[in-house]
């Protein structure tokens, strides 16, 4: 079974900042593209960012909502994708989810693997 771990989630105050990541295998990591989403409860899935992480590739793709405030990056030696959130509000407080090997497009959420969740909490 594929597992993606992300780590990084917590508490922060409006206006922080906090950096999710999130470890794939060797396996699934390269040749591919890495999403973020982000659930609050009774809602929909929302696609933030993604990344190929193809070597000499790295194109990212961001959501309007949070393009020029989260930046995705990726640490290949690591086989690790991050999302770097800045300028947090209070509406960010959700579930937080990175997958990867896409069956759509980047944001679509349509992902053969899934990590499970790390949580995200800002208060004003």
């Known amino acids: 079974q594929v597992q993606l771990v992300e780590s990084g989630g917590g508490s922060v105050q409006a206006g922080g900042s906090l950096r999710l990541s999130c470890v794939a295998p060797r396996s699934i990591y390269s040749h591919n593209c890495l999403g973020w989403f982000r659930q609050v409860p009774g809602k929909k899935r929302e696609g933030l960012a993604a990344?190929?992480?193809?070597?000499?590739?790295?194109?990212?793709v961001y959501a309007d909502s949070v393009k020029g405030r989260f930046t995705v990056s990726q640490d290949s030696a690591k086989n690790t994708v991050y999302l770097q959130m800045n300028r947090l509000k209070p509406e960010d407080t959700a579930t937080y989810y990175c997958?990867?090997?896409?069956?759509?497009?980047?944001?679509?959420?349509?992902?053969?693997?899934w990590g499970q969740g790390t949580q995200v909490t800002v208060s004003s």
């Open positions: 997958a990867a090997d896409p069956d759509d497009t980047p944001l679509a959420g349509l992902y053969k693997y």
């Open positions: 990344i190929f992480t193809a070597p000499g590739d790295g194109r990212t």
